[in-house]
């Protein structure tokens, strides 16, 4: 431990932090390589997850001038208890295996970037005469992706000129060089109305087409500048051949382009390419930005959430969105500019030199235009993550038109927010159990459903299951101090409604929960104290709310009874038969079905799913268990 401290430089126990000799020694075992490594608390959890071109010096660097951490850095060194690693062949392959560890599990101190919807893509495909239209879906077979695009009207309209310009095709016919020359294909519509220039009939040669796609794909890199010198060199060749008919379709295209170029900012004269990210901090939440420049001109941008950033610095928050971003994107532009340093500034340029093939320069701008585009993307931050957190306020303040419908329809004295509903599930008898699932502000909260195995109800009686099932649940809910519903619904009708009230009323809660009963047949809700049903409209939003209610509890009854069933046929029927365990009985189930069929096969059959000894065995066993049956 001598030589240890020493190159560690650490501190036994610094503002209650203290390491194991054991957990440095292993840090100090650590390889040289790029790898990932893994933070764990106390219980085994991972709480961290980190990516390294070193791994010992990375993770040694976590227990070292614990003085000058910061707080955020600090919290996270306090839960850790163990660390683990695996090694990769490179910083790239860290990179890629980390993102997909992080959202494998989710570590509580990890940045986890989020958008707040899914954005759209422009698509080349991958075919012989490739087509573009928008997709939100990404597909790996060599097409190329461009984008995502928050502003989908603007991406609309850039498609819109894209197909308007080089009149591409929209057909999603499997086109070929082969099948075209042979005369296979007619032009339909769009080449009629002067959309489409008919590839399909041989009307445009392939290497014409797949300049268009060419100088379509520089247009949507943001290189309009190549594309009009291109169309306008086009347009005087023409003129000069004197053809003037065809000059002047190119001339009319290249005017469309010119009228879209004007629609975008500019925001730097010197028509330069590349990238600026900003940031904005709230709270324990921070919004990450990053506007698309090319040619000078801001052809787009691309927000960030990120939650609960516990033990996050801003370097790292800017780190993990610039990962992020190139990860996505193909295009890599020569500058890049950041609000601020990143976590790891040299692993950043290394990575993305590789990435892109040549040099890219990472600058933090202090002062001039580069510093005011930066400003720029900071403000374009904050309003976003405002208005983010304004609308997560309104929607957890917002009550759904259905639940305040059943307060109203139902007359009840607050807000049904939190509702129960029960229902009970059997077969002739047997496997008897109960369901609960739970909806908070008209939506199912998965994670209260609860399932009740019957103890006392042996038989068929619904009245009686009801009792118990809710017995146990609010017993259990007054001993813990645990939410109680605002509404509890019980599947049946003034039977099961009567085992409500008979329960609530013995718990002392009949005045604290109001119950109603729900009957299948004709949909009538019951209440206490009333001889009649109460109809609801049939198109109301509140009985549809009561209908979800009640089909989810069924479900949920329906599933569990199912589980059980399944395991004790299995325990009962075939893993009774000598030399037949569980994962044999699976697979005879799965392939003939039922018990009932399987007793029916000959041995010869039976070897074709198990071996010749468990097929005997079986024979002899359901022989012996029929001759029983005769007896």
């Excluded at 198109?539 to 949920?556: G, I, M, N, V, Y």
Aim: aromatic share 8%.
């Amino acid at each position: 431990m001598e030589k240890l401290k020493t190159d560690i430089d650490f501190t036994d126990e610094i503002d209650g932090i203290s390491f194991s000799a054991q957990l440095l020694e292993k840090i100090y075992s650590f390889p040289t390589t790029p790898g990932v490594y893994f933070h764990k608390n106390s219980k085994g959890d991972i709480i961290y997850i980190g990516k390294a071109k070193n791994l010992r010096n990375r993770v040694k660097n976590y227990y070292t001038d614990l003085r000058h951490k910061d707080p955020k850095t600090l919290a996270l060194i306090k839960k850790i208890a163990d660390t683990e690693y695996i090694v990769v062949d490179s910083e790239a392959e860290a990179l890629i295996l980390e993102d997909t560890m992080v959202k494998k599990h989710k570590p509580h101190y990890n940045v986890m970037l989020r958008d707040d919807k899914s954005f759209p893509y422009i698509r080349i495909t991958n075919e012989e005469y490739p087509r573009i239209f928008y997709t939100r879906t990404l597909i790996h077979d060599g097409s190329k992706y461009f984008g995502p695009y928050t502003d989908v009207r603007n991406m609309k309209f850039m498609l819109m000129t894209i197909m308007n310009v080089f009149q591409l095709r929209t057909c999603k016919l499997n086109l070929s060089e082969e099948k075209i020359k042979q005369g296979k294909y007619r032009v339909c519509l769009e080449n009629h109305i002067k959309k489409c220039d008919g590839v399909c009939a041989n009307l445009v040669s392939h290497d014409d087409y797949m300049l268009k796609i060419k100088q379509a794909q520089k247009l949507l890199s943001g290189k309009m500048r190549d594309v009009l010198k291109f169309l306008k060199e086009q347009m005087e060749m023409l003129s000069e051949e004197q053809r003037y008919e065809e000059a002047a379709v190119i001339r009319n295209r290249y005017f469309q382009l010119v009228d879209y170029s004007e629609k975008q900012k500019v925001v730097s004269l010197d028509f330069a390419d590349r990238d600026i990210f900003g940031l904005y901090v709230q709270d324990n939440t921070a919004c990450s930005i990053v506007l698309k420049i090319r040619e000078g001109k801001l052809i787009g941008k691309r927000h960030f959430i990120a939650k609960n950033i516990v033990a996050a610095t801003n370097g790292e928050i800017i780190q993990r969105t610039v990962e992020s971003w190139y990860q996505e994107n193909e295009f890599i532009p020569k500058e890049i500019c950041l609000s601020e340093e990143a976590e790891d500034m040299d692993y950043l340029t290394s990575w993305l030199a590789k990435l892109a093939g040549k040099t890219t320069h990472i600058l933090i701008p202090r002062i001039g235009d580069k510093r005011q585009m930066v400003e720029m993307a900071n403000t374009n931050a904050e309003y976003t993550l405002k208005d983010y957190l304004l609308a997560q306020t309104r929607s957890a303040q917002a009550i759904p038109r259905s639940v305040d419908s059943l307060k109203r329809d139902l007359r009840l004295a607050k807000l049904p927010r939190r509702i129960e509903c029960f229902d009970n599930s059997h077969i002739q008898g047997t496997d008897l159990v109960s369901s609960m699932v739970v909806f908070l502000d008209g939506k199912p909260q998965k994670s209260e459903y609860r399932k009740f195995k019957l103890r006392t109800v042996l038989k068929n009686d619904d009245f009686a299951a009801m009792r118990e099932t809710l017995t146990r649940r609010y017993t259990r809910a007054i001993e813990e101090n645990t939410a109680l519903p605002d509404l509890l619904i019980v599947d049946g009708g003034k039977g099961q409604l009567s085992s409500a009230v008979e329960v609530l009323t013995a718990l002392d809660l009949f005045d604290k929960i109001p119950v109603i009963g729900l009957a299948k047949r004709l949909e009538e809700v019951f209440v206490p104290g009333s001889s009649e049903a109460l109809m609801l409209p049939r198109t109301s939003s509140s009985l549809k709310l009561l209908q979800q209610l009640r089909d989810e509890a069924h479900r949920f009854a329906i599933t569990f009874h199912r589980s059980l069933r399944d395991k004790r046929t299995l325990r009962t029927e075939l893993t009774e038969v000598p030399g037949i365990g569980e994962t044999t009985a699976k697979k005879l189930l799965t392939k003939y079905g039922s018990i009932d069929l399987i007793k029916e096969l000959t041995q010869e059959q039976l070897t074709e799913t198990v071996n010749k000894t468990q097929a005997e065995k079986l024979i002899i066993y359901f022989k012996n268990e029929d001759n029983k049956k005769r007896t």
